[in-house]
């Protein structure tokens, strides 16, 4: 039987999250944290920043559709429009860095 929050993954019991854009569970691990500083996400690459956490898929898919379905406000409970272009610009860069070919 599978414990309550848990997901197997590679033989392990893993924590599980629910990505804010596409509303998939996964791995914890497969997702990025995002917190909330003053009006603007940002991405919380070590885990450690204080306060109420979001996951989302690592892909510019899940942010636009976490935008288009305003997942932020509800997810750090918060009125009102917040700023991501830090989390696009981490993104973004990372889509860049994976689409390079060595030369």
Do not use: I, W
């Not at 450690?48 to 898919?61: E, I, K, V």
């Not at 997810?75 to 070919?101: I, K, N, P, Q, Y």
């Amino acid at each position: 039987m599978r414990q309550h929050g848990k997901l197997e993954y590679g033989g392990h019991a893993a924590p599980q999250r629910t990505c804010v854009g596409c509303r998939v569970r996964t791995a914890k691990s497969e997702l990025l944290r995002l917190v909330l500083v003053e009006d603007h996400v940002v991405p919380d690459l070590r885990g450690r920043l204080p306060g109420r956490g979001a996951s989302l898929h690592p892909s510019l898919n899940c942010l636009e559709l976490a935008e288009r379905r305003r997942a932020f406000s509800r997810a750090f409970r918060v009125a009102g429009s917040l700023d991501v272009s830090r989390v696009r610009a981490h993104l973004e860069e990372d889509h860049e860095m994976s689409c390079r070919t060595p030369s």
